[in-house]
């Protein structure tokens, strides 16, 4: 049972004038595809250990040497951009009261929350992500991880995540960055944070 690439849960357009179609046509139909090709390739040399992503990511010294750098790069790659996809809505949504209250909580305020997200997503070199987490510790965290490496691997369970990989936003929003991760916040589906946050607490 190889792993799939999931379906977009909207149309390629739907996020615009936020996230162009052009853009989620080559991040979903290509980028992400790759990632699904590669893992599967690499899995396919040692059935024995399964297809749990989650499981073998929060472990990473059991995955095999010879295939250890192609799940981490692709397995994660692929866990990170179907959580991605889900993230993302063209409805109003808003956090819980419960999320709401532990950011004000862990933050100072939304705006403090904010901000530190959009500050990890612009300053992190090169390629990676901006994540929202519940730590070991049951707390709220903002990171950032370098290419498609996951917090899984660091005990923690993403929420909240963005792409800031440079074909995330290039083709509408070129070398600007901060532009994009503005608009982010136009999209995110808080309904779907809400849920993550729910099970991780």
Not at 96 to 119: H, R, V
């Amino acid at each position: 049972m190889a792993i799939i690439l999931p379906e977009l849960p909207y149309a390629y357009d739907a996020l615009e004038p936020y996230i162009d179609a052009e853009t989620m046509h080559l991040h979903h139909d290509k980028h992400h595809n790759t990632y699904v090709t590669n893992v599967n390739a690499a899995l396919a040399k040692h059935p024995e250990i399964g297809e749990n992503l989650e499981k073998l990511l929060a472990d990473v010294n059991s995955i095999p040497a010879d295939i250890r750098q192609a799940v981490i790069n692709n397995g994660g790659g692929h866990l990170n951009h179907a959580l991605f996809w889900e993230l993302m809505t063209a409805e109003e949504t808003a956090p819980s009261a419960e999320l709401a209250a532990d950011i004000d909580a862990t933050f100072g305020s939304f705006e403090d929350f904010k901000a530190a997200f959009t500050a990890t997503a612009t300053t992190r070199f090169g390629s990676g992500w901006a994540w929202l987490v519940v730590n070991k510790e049951g707390k709220l965290e903002v990171v950032s991880t370098a290419n498609q490496d996951t917090p899984i691997s660091d005990g923690k369970t993403p929420i909240l995540g963005l792409d800031v990989w440079e074909h995330a936003y290039y083709v509408k929003y070129r070398n600007v960055r901060p532009d994009y991760i503005k608009a982010f916040f136009s999209v995110i589906n808080w309904n779907k944070v809400n849920e993550l946050y729910a099970a991780a607490k």
